[in-house]
């Protein structure tokens, strides 16, 4: 357990480090001129670079409301106001309409594609077909196992199973002993292998708990009849982050006195971290995932660059606590964390 637990500490300092080598320079000065500068050329509608407009479409296996999603493509959509990249977004949670999405974007010849492979299966024939139509693709967030064998260049995102693993020995560190962990998305791959990770790395029981997650209502009265029906649950892992409010009603509503502990950061679960109703969040980073995409999209255009050297470039996990939430408050209400 132990071991598990320094790669996961090792890998945030890793990340940090190569963040903050990003912003050398970034001083409370630096870093204001910086921004200023950006934001300045936002409003001017002028980009940073003068390379050829590009068209760039990503297309995600979000849902309506997910707040995850907004994250990722608000830094994608910065990214490519400074890369002078015209950029297309489309999503649908159902494989088969996802890959229809998808089909779109070729016929419209983009210059490069940014997918999902929440249901690799659904997706694997057209990004092979993408890729045989000379599209440059870039896999975000789920399917890091396909991505290589399905032509991508890169996978940008957090390993969905090491991630797990970190939930399950913050678990751990804790002491808790029952666990439920809550998949809302039936078919959704990396659900299946952050709920596996937690279990392969806690040394209590931890069983799955399927539900509806596009109805809410659904998803609190099934989460409140598992506590109900078993009082010595004493952790509910939520996979996002719009999940975690209503698994927090759901506990209130069934007296229960479990941890409410989530995957994904929003300005609720900051809010809800720094009152101490929710115990930990797992942050993979979605602003950076959108906006890497697109960078990494314009660099190879511009450049033949590719990152990450045949391995997918992490942007998580990180394990954010009620220590944490005060300092990414500010981001997480301006919508980049």
Request: hydrophobic share 40%.
């Amino acid at each position: 357990m132990a071991r598990a637990r320094t790669g996961v500490r090792a890998l945030g300092a890793v990340l940090a480090a190569v963040l903050g080598a990003s912003l050398v320079g970034c001083s409370s000065t630096g870093g204001k001129r910086a921004e200023d500068a950006r934001k300045a050329q936002a409003a001017a509608g002028k980009a940073a670079v003068s390379t050829p407009r590009w068209t760039f479409a990503m297309v995600t296996h979000s849902g309506d409301g997910d707040t995850f999603w907004d994250i990722v493509q608000k830094g994608a959509e910065e990214a490519a106001a400074k890369d002078n990249i015209n950029f297309l977004y489309s999503k649908n949670d159902e494989g088969k309409e996802q890959a229809q999405l998808v089909q779109t974007a070729i016929d419209k010849k983009v210059d490069g594609l940014i997918v999902t492979l929440a249901k690799p299966d659904a997706m694997k024939d057209v990004v092979k077909k993408a890729v045989a139509a000379g599209i440059p693709v870039i896999t975000v967030n789920s399917g890091s196992e396909q991505s290589k064998e399905y032509g991508a260049l890169t996978h940008i995102g957090q390993d969905e199973t090491v991630a797990g693993e970190a939930v399950g020995d913050e678990l751990n560190e804790r002491g808790r002993k029952n666990a439920v962990c809550v998949l809302h998305e039936q078919g959704n791959v990396g659900h299946e292998q952050r709920c596996a990770g937690a279990k392969k790395t806690f040394d209590g029981e931890l069983r799955n708990l399927y539900v509806e997650g596009t109805n809410m209502p659904d998803v609190q009265a099934s989460i409140e009849a598992k506590l109900q029906t078993d009082p010595s649950i004493d952790s509910v892992i939520t996979l996002g982050a719009p999940f975690a409010d209503t698994a927090v009603k759901a506990k209130d509503a069934a007296g229960s006195k479990a941890e409410i502990v989530t995957f994904d950061l929003n300005a609720k679960v900051a809010a809800a971290l720094k009152s101490g109703t929710l115990g930990f969040a797992v942050d993979q980073q979605p602003y950076l995932q959108g906006y890497e995409a697109v960078d990494l999209l314009w660099l190879h255009r511009y450049n033949a660059d590719v990152l990450g050297g045949g391995r997918p470039v992490l942007t998580g996990p990180q394990i954010i606590t009620e220590a944490d939430a005060a300092e990414l408050e500010d981001y997480t209400k301006r919508g980049t964390r």
